[in-house]
């Protein structure tokens, strides 16, 4: 499979180059030529079948004529070591909860794909390397992910690359904008793992890792790949999730039919690579009937729903952090997927904003109605459910962490005391460990070149 940029400017790449590289030359993101359409009989029976068998009939759709068949079902298995479960909340309204991985958050599947991955191309090379003598210098060297992370996207990478051998991590935050157990996520862990903590937004962290991919000084000096959800290796498995969540609804549902003409997808937007992926899912053929992207006050996406003027501006610091964005880099693949028109996205896609207050009044709401415990994120999926289905709809909204991930907050709004995991508190036990750092990149690229 081969990947172009969304630019148009940069030379077409493989999958290893698009996963190594991150971003195209010309600072768009990569996009596979085609997207295969998965056959009427996978989706006739695949509520038969295990996470794992769906999982990997997807990956391979995507990355098997780049990856051997063993080698991508051990990295698609070994990635799905626990479920992503779907779960009744009220009628008619169902939960993906996502966040039954080693982080406790969504990210965790995208995370320790690309990690098996991008370890594999890695092997790759220094085979290759062993046979030939005229590579690149840099072909054997370690390779360096720079991510930002609003929240859950840190401890996801940190973790799912924590001890690679050949790749160490950068997680770049925002000072003071992420929660105190997303911060230890990925302060503690030491190891191949090094957080820097900006003095800025999330989109600052976001801009410095974008400009170090383009500064050819860097990347003379080391080589630099993005766990972001810019990374293909990253995003794309996302959609594994979805087709799941589709067979244990056809599973659940077997009286509501057809499910393929009913069936709402709610997903809480920052990024917007989660949704991203779930498109790249419909367009695989996953009968999912329309999806809403339900944002907080962050509200680029949802305004350019309305008007069709892409309009990015500052990001707004808000209950929903890990959604605090004011560009969504993955804008860029849902314009160029549906050939930039805004007919066909806002066709497929409705919007949702909502405020700290409704928010809060959501998850009240929820947990005296349900008494289902919703984090501050699934909060804006459920209540754009509760908001935009029509009748004869079933809706899904994504779950994207544990409350427990946002414990402070959750407590004080539900007057509860959240449980913490066993595995979230062993984070919380540990020492932090960060590096500060300015939002100018000429401090950035200093750091990045003395080490």
Known sequence: MKYYSTNGKAPIAD???????????????????RIKTLPKDFFENIDKLSFQEIAYTVADAFFGEDVEAD????????????????????????????????????????????????QYFIRKEQSDHSLTSHLSPLTSQEVNVLVATSGDTGSAVANGFLGVEGIHVYVLYPKGKVSPIQECQFTTLGQNITAIEVDGVFDDCQALV?????????????????????????????????????????????????LTSNLVMCVPSGNFGNICAALFGHAQGLPIKRFIAANNAN????????TGRYEPKPSKQTLANAMDV????????????????????SSLISGATYSDDQIR??????YEETGYILDPHGACGYQALVDGLQPNEV?????????AKFKEKVDDILGIDVDIPAR?????????????????????????LSQ
Request: hydrophobic letters at 40%; glycine letters at 4%.
């Open 71 to 118: 080698a991508l079902k051990k990295i698609v298995y070994d990635t799905l070591s626990f479920d992503c479960p779907v779960v009744k909340v009220k009628d008619n309204i169902y939960t993906l909860e996502l966040f039954h991985g080693p982080t406790l958050a969504f990210k965790d599947v995208g995370a320790r794909f690309m990690a098996r991955l991008l």
């Open 210 to 258: 974008k400009n170090a991919f383009m500064d050819t000084e860097l990347n003379q000096h080391m080589k630099l790949t993005s766990a972001n959800s810019i990374n293909v290796a990253r995003f794309l498995p996302q959609a594994f999730y979805y087709f799941n969540a589709y067979a244990r609804m056809k599973a659940l549902t077997s009286h509501l039919s057809p």
């Open 299 to 306: 509200d680029i996406f949802y305004n350019y729903l309305q």
């Open 326 to 345: 004011g560009d969504p880099s993955n804008f860029a693949r849902i314009y160029d997927l549906y050939g930039k028109s805004h007919e066909r996205i």
């Open 361 to 366: 009044e959501t998850m009240r709401q929820c």
């Open 395 to 403: 809706g899904v909204f994504c779950e994207t962490a544990h409350p």
């Open 15 to 33: 999958l290893h180059k698009a996963v190594v590289k991150g971003l195209a030359e010309d600072r768009g993101l990569y996009m596979p030529e």
């Open 424 to 448: 979230l508190r062993a984070f919380m036990e540990g020492e932090k460990q960060s590096t500060p750092m300015t939002k100018d990149f000429a401090d950035f690229k200093q750091y990045l």
